[in-house]
């Protein structure tokens, strides 16, 4: 079945950074990929997707660029904030058969940045 | 506001003891999925709703757990029997599903129901 991977944390950066956080992926056919973000005390919020191979997705500062030759959807920020620190979880999207709109999530990354 | 809501937002039960959490999608919002994550983990898929249609179930859904969408809009998830392992957050998402494979609605989540099972 489809699994997502991602590296493990916790990560501590100080301000101004440059962050990557790892995820690779297993999955059958062509998925999406997903960044979502979990501040403290909120709800998981969509942070940036990919749909197909080479497409990179960004927002708020923050890149994946989604690698279909290495399975890999990496999240990077040059600059951190302290604002940033949060949960970041990887996710995909299957495309066919019962996975077909279901996310499979990582485990989660905290992130913690230092002023 | 018009995002995903849920509640209750905290439930302390003992065990033993049924539970039930109440999702109100976004308006519109024809696909209703709920998710269960615990502690240091990411969400796990439970089960999802297109309108009013239950269309899958996880293994992880034991004959406890029963969900309904009566009238394709607000969803409930009722677990019987409480047990210590059911302590999670519940969450829901929901989304617009519009055309075929490749067009991706983005899934909009809830802040979550914390069970606590004492």
């Known amino acids: 079945g489809d699994s997502v991977t991602q590296m493990e944390g916790p990560v501590t950066l100080s301000e101004e950074a440059f962050l990557t956080i790892n995820c690779t992926y297993t999955?059958?056919?062509?998925?999406?990929l997903f960044w979502y973000v979990q501040y403290p005390g909120e709800g998981l919020q969509l942070l940036l997707k990919?749909?197909?191979?080479?497409d990179k997705g960004s927002n708020k500062g923050f890149e994946a660029t989604y690698r279909k030759e290495t399975t890999s959807f990496h999240l990077e920020k040059g600059s951190v904030q302290v604002s940033d620190s949060a949960v970041y979880f990887c996710?995909?999207?299957?495309?066919?058969?019962?996975?077909?709109?279901?996310?499979?999530f990582g485990q989660g990354t905290i992130l913690t940045v230092h002023p | 506001d018009t995002g995903v809501s849920q509640n209750p937002r905290h439930k302390i039960t003992k065990r033993g003891q049924n539970v039930t959490f109440r999702c109100d999608p976004i308006?519109?919002?024809?696909?209703l999925y709920w998710y269960r994550q615990t502690l240091g983990q990411g969400p796990e898929f439970l089960t999802y709703?297109?309108?009013?249609?239950?269309?899958?179930k996880s293994r992880l859904l034991s004959d406890r757990f029963s969900a309904e969408r009566p009238k394709g809009s607000f969803s409930t998830l009722e677990i019987q029997r409480t047990e210590q392992g059911d302590s999670a957050m519940y969450l829901c998402?929901?989304?617009?599903?519009?055309?075929?494979?490749?067009?991706?609605?983005?899934?909009?989540f809830g802040p979550g129901t914390r069970l606590t099972v004492l």
């Open positions: 998402a929901s989304r617009r599903l519009a055309g075929g494979p490749g067009r991706t609605d983005t899934q909009y």
């Open positions: 308006s519109e919002h024809n696909r």
């Open positions: 709703f297109q309108n009013e249609a239950q269309l899958e």
């Open positions: 990919a749909t197909k191979a080479d």
């Open positions: 999955a059958t056919g062509y998925p999406s």
């Open positions: 996710a995909l999207e299957g495309t066919g058969g019962t996975s077909y709109g279901k996310l499979t």
